[in-house]
């Protein structure tokens, strides 16, 4: 009969001094088992008489009992030991400098094109879109441009080269064209896709996006933006054009003190046509408003002409309306003071971090103003 004593207290040591799972698991394996010391011992049981196994079956057992208990305490201690040292290991020191984190910027252009969309939608107006590759009757006939008028040079137009049904795609020159898509769904037939609320006459909407044109100096680049305006209703006035702009750049501005004029133009898509200068001084290389005698050309307008709203299927004697494009790029170099509108596109990240605008700072959309 084998003692059981010896064999527990080899087996309360090893389990104590079982430094890992690893070598815990080898233990248990060595006592517990298939062919482990206390399963030989309640294997041997069988082989007992009734008795002997009263008398041993208790002892067995229990020794099975403690053993098995042991083993689990055991496993209960590594495995808390081994979350201590994880925890220690991954301990964060909160007196570490954080790492340097680098943020974007909001581009002056998208600042300003907020700015402005917010200040035209709480006049009204919805945004509306187009493509940037155009064709040639939404940006040049359908707006009145005679064919083969060199009015269609003066754009200094980007063309992609002829298709083979004679078709020539151009890069939109202005964001015009939306205004004719606007007008187009406005007087869709019935049945034609639903229009968005606010497209249908009366209209009222702006039209934000880039424009091309092959110019570049210090007040053009290549690729600018533009925003469009157009308004059509019953008895629209030029009155209701310089009230809309003068409105627009006081509060773009944030002040009274812009001094806007208007100086008689040609379009070949109003009549009569308008362009507004704003009043600044750009003498010390940056640009100030609302002082000096320099002035900024930011927009061209004029009342819709009739040959356009005809095109569209509108009656000119039951509609008339106003249309504008503004330069979004020119109205940030005017209230940001950035001197040169080649840098806005230059993609340098000095001048963007100086520009530039933090995404959540800003108190009020409509103004970048500190
Ligand atoms: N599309 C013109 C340009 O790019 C600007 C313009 C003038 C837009 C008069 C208009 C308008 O809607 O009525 O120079």
Aim: proline share 7%; charged share 25%; glycine share 8%.
């Amino acid at each position: 009969m084998t003692d059981l004593i010896p064999l527990e207290t080899d087996l309360a040591a090893q389990i104590a001094a079982a430094g890992d799972l690893a070598a815990l698991e080898a233990v248990r394996v060595s006592a517990l088992g298939k062919t482990g010391a206390i399963s030989a011992l309640l294997k041997s049981l069988g082989g007992m008489s009734p008795d002997e196994r009263r008398e041993q079956g208790p002892l067995i057992n229990g020794l099975r009992d403690r053993a098995t208990a042991l083993i689990a305490d055991r496993r209960a201690a590594l495995d808390a030991a081994a979350l201590e040292a994880q925890l220690a290991a991954e301990a964060v020191d909160l007196t570490l400098p954080a790492p340097p984190r680098r943020r974007g910027a909001v581009h002056p252009t998208m600042q300003v094109m907020d700015e402005m969309v917010a200040i035209f939608a709480e006049m009204g107006f919805s945004v509306a879109e187009g493509p940037d590759i155009e064709d040639d009757f939404h940006n040049f006939t359908g707006l009145n441009f005679p064919p083969k008028h060199p009015a269609r040079e003066m754009h200094d137009t980007f063309f992609f080269n002829e298709r083979e049904d004679g078709e020539r795609k151009l890069l939109r020159t202005h964001t015009s064209p939306i205004q004719v898509r606007v007008m187009q769904r406005a007087n869709a037939p019935t049945g034609a896709p639903q229009f968005a609320a606010g497209q249908e006459p009366p209209i009222r909407i702006i039209g934000p996006g880039r424009t091309y044109r092959c110019d570049s100096d210090r007040t053009h680049t290549p690729m600018f933006h533009q925003m469009e305006g157009l308004v059509i209703n019953r008895a629209i006035h030029m009155g209701h054009l310089k009230w809309t702009l003068d409105t627009f750049c006081r509060r773009f501005f944030e002040t009274d003190a812009v001094v806007t004029r208007f100086r008689p133009h040609h379009f070949p898509f109003t009549e009569p046509s308008a362009e507004m200068d704003v009043q600044c001084d750009r003498s010390g290389g940056a640009i100030k408003i609302g002082e000096g005698s320099d002035w900024l050309e930011i927009l061209g307008g004029g009342m819709v002409h009739p040959n356009i709203l005809r095109t569209c299927g509108l009656d000119p004697d039951e509609w008339q309306g106003f249309a504008f494009g503004l330069g979004i790029d020119r109205l940030g170099m005017l209230k940001y003071g950035m001197p040169d509108l080649r840098d806005v596109f230059a993609a340098d990240v000095r001048w963007l971090q100086h520009y530039g605008f933090s995404a959540f700072s800003a108190p009020n959309p409509a103004s970048g103003l500190s």
